[in-house]
């Protein structure tokens, strides 16, 4: 399996969105560090808006009306190169409302989705399209959707947004396996410089987890997510 991390620049506008967004946590953590508070409350609260420059980094559309992308931007790109042949590529994305957006932007590939929302008969029918009927280029997935599932028909991963933990990420790679795959297993990870996909991203390569506020299993300090943010 080839893995490979596209590394991208974010427009001046997602920065400076998301600096200033930065900066209003780092001063918030930063008082309740001057006072050693370690308040559970205050550190998943802490947590949540640090959720918030994840979504900034794959679209402002998460936050508000601005549709501005640039990891979309790059994905069509990519998927433009990739998917002249026979190729099929799954996408993955942490939040929900990033799939129908990402359904909405790449049309022209028939894309399919498997999400939480997309249940029983609806969701068997999805999984059995995409893999016989070679005009459904895209399938979007969802961990809450795509759990369990094995969808052999692809052969190219996209993690759009990175998950919170290894586990998870070795999971979304495993859909693709098979032992009868004769063309090369390929994953790419989009990650936004000077965000915290860098820092998801590191997470993964060293094998750990997030919080129990973010869905892993160690504890974290305000001290940790002070680190996190200035990575």
Request: aromatic share 6%.
């Amino acid at each position: 399996m080839i893995i490979e991390d596209v590394k991208f620049d974010l427009s001046s506008k997602e920065t400076d969105l998301y600096q200033k967004l930065k900066k209003e946590i780092l001063f918030e953590v930063d008082k309740h560090l001057i006072n050693k508070l370690e308040n559970p409350m205050i550190i998943q609260h802490t947590m949540v808006k640090m959720i918030v420059l994840i979504e900034l980094t794959c679209s402002l559309a998460l936050l508000g009306d601005d549709n501005t992308s640039t990891k979309l931007d790059i994905l069509k790109e990519r998927l433009e190169d990739l998917l002249i042949g026979d190729d099929k590529v799954i996408v993955f994305v942490q939040f929900k409302k990033m799939a129908y957006i990402l359904e909405k932007e790449l049309k022209e590939y028939n894309p399919l989705m498997i999400t939480g929302d997309v249940t029983g008969k609806d969701r068997a029918r999805n999984l059995e399209v995409f893999q016989k009927d070679d005009v459904h280029k895209v399938l979007i997935c969802t961990d809450a959707g795509g759990e369990g599932l094995n969808i052999d028909r692809a052969n190219i991963i996209f993690h759009f947004s990175l998950p919170y933990s290894y586990g998870k990420y070795v999971q979304r790679n495993g859909r693709i396996k098979r032992l009868t795959q004769k063309k090369p297993m390929i994953v790419y990870n989009l990650i936004a410089n000077k965000s915290l996909d860098v820092w998801l991203s590191k997470m993964i390569n060293t094998k750990s987890k997030l919080s129990d506020q973010l869905l892993g299993d160690g504890p974290i300090n305000m001290q940790e997510i002070k680190d996190m943010l200035n990575d």
